[in-house]
T-cell receptor
């Protein structure tokens, strides 16, 4: 079966701009979660969606938001980009949350200049 | 606060040597813990979870609630075990709290 697909793979944006990242989960998976990965902080949880509802949110500013569609595809948006937002953003899908195996995408590398 | 600590950034061993990757956690309640692994140029993937109590690729991990630890062990390391290993804690059934990871380097 097809894995988790994230688009785009690479992005370069300017400070102050906004960006939207997309994640297509494995077919049948209803939970999608997002993580930010940086060399200094490692993998940090952003938020999790299940059946179009946000069930959990990490400790990130309100500039980070997301949504999930009825087909389980998810998007995350970052507004008013800052240099510190440069990171690898990973999406993971699972059947119904963190108690089931999470399958990760290859990530979107965001660079803010 | 819920937290996962992996004290070693890098662990270098020779092929055939035993391996122990350390993981300690802080969690109020009954924890559910995982080990995820990322091989070079591959995606992050599940290696094992404590509730399954199985051995994957020769690796085992035992949850020690008294010491709040979930160390990953393998008796004889192989070169193909070289990878980045992350310990993770299930938070509220919806999020994984990751440690900062340990790079395992196995040389011949």
């Amino acid at each position: 079966k097809a894995g988790v697909t994230q688009t785009p793979r690479y992005l370069i944006k300017t400070r102050g701009q906004q960006v939207t990242l997309s994640c297509s989960p494995i077919s049948g998976h209803r939970s999608v979660s997002w993580y930010q990965q940086t060399p200094g902080q490692g993998l940090q949880f952003l938020f999790e969606y299940f059946s179009e509802t946000q069930r959990n949110k990490g400790n990130f500013p309100g500039r980070f938001s997301g949504r999930q569609f009825s087909n389980s595809r998810s998007e995350m948006n970052v507004s008013t980009l800052e240099l510190g937002d440069s990171a690898l953003y990973l999406c993971a899908s699972s059947l119904d949350g963190a108690s089931t195996e999470a399958f990760f995408g290859q990530g979107t590398r965001l660079t803010v200049v | 606060a819920q937290r996962v600590t992996q004290p070693e950034k890098l662990l270098s061993v020779f092929k055939g040597a035993p391996v122990e990757l350390k993981c300690n956690y802080s969690y109020s309640g009954s924890p559910e813990l995982f080990w995820y692994v990322q091989y070079s140029r591959q995606r992050l993937q599940l290696l094992l979870r404590h509730i399954s109590r199985e051995s994957i690729k020769g690796f085992t991990a035992d949850l020690n609630k008294g010491e709040t630890s979930f160390h990953l062990k393998k008796p004889f390391a192989q070169e193909e075990d070289s990878a980045m290993y992350y310990c993770a804690l299930n938070q509220a059934g919806t999020a994984l709290i990751f440690g900062k990871g340990t790079t395992l380097s196995v040389s011949s």
